[in-house]
């Protein structure tokens, strides 16, 4: 699938970049939510909230928990980091 930045993302791009299976990787998959994942492994989901975007963690949508929140997706994402 093909990295880009926090803008311009389609069904199936995906904002990352090729160095490591342990970076977090989100995939959009509605209008205002993505999924989050390290490897093979869903981490979490990026909800877009206005002009927010909260951090959600957990493998499941409906049961994850809020652990932050950003201005931009690629800091959003970061919060599954490290």
Do not use: H, W
């Amino acid at each position: 699938m093909k990295a880009m930045g926090a803008t311009g993302f389609g069904a199936s791009e995906r904002l990352a970049d090729d160095e490591s299976e342990t970076r977090a990787v989100a995939i959009r998959v509605l209008d205002d939510i993505y999924r989050v994942m390290r490897g093979e492994r869903i981490v979490g989901y990026v909800q877009l909230v206005g002009r927010v975007y909260v951090s959600l963690e957990g493998p499941v949508y409906n049961t994850s928990c809020e652990i932050g929140q950003a201005l931009d997706l690629e800091s959003a994402v970061r919060r599954f980091e490290g």
